[in-house]
């Protein structure tokens, strides 16, 4: 019976594409194409991109998402992310100091104060809401 559902759902998925389901796909893809690259650069955070990828290809293509999902490096992360709220220690430094060398670039470039001040509101917004998850 389960077979069968999965099988009208792939059935369905090859027929039913909107223009929704493409832009979520494609922003599926380049979320995760954002998280391999970030696998290489250090200064680029993987987690978010991927956790991006992983909720915009359940909307848009349920095929990268079981992909995703079952994948052998990113399915833990989701998992852990999913049932627990967990970050790895890693990605939350990575991504605090990224948010500040990011900030302190712009100060360096003279952008406005009006600017650096909203931005230095969110980088500290994230970096608490960050440093607040559980880790793995």
Do not use: Q
């Amino acid at each position: 019976m389960l077979r069968r559902i999965i099988e009208e759902n792939d059935c369905m998925e090859k027929t039913e594409w909107s223009l929704v389901r493409v832009a979520y796909a494609s922003l599926a893809g380049i979320a995760l194409a954002l998280g391999i690259v970030g696998l290489f650069l250090p200064l680029l955070p993987t987690t978010p991109f991927i956790l991006v990828a992983a909720w915009a290809a359940s909307k848009g293509s349920p095929r990268l998402h079981r992909w995703i999902w079952n994948h052998p490096h990113m399915g833990p992360l989701l998992h852990n992310w999913h049932t627990k709220g967990a970050v790895p220690r890693t990605a939350k430094w990575l991504a605090c100091i990224s948010m500040s060398l990011s900030w302190i670039g712009m100060m360096a470039m003279g952008m406005s104060w009006i600017i650096l001040a909203v931005t230095a509101l969110l980088f500290i917004s994230v970096c608490a809401f960050l440093i607040t998850r559980p880790e793995f």
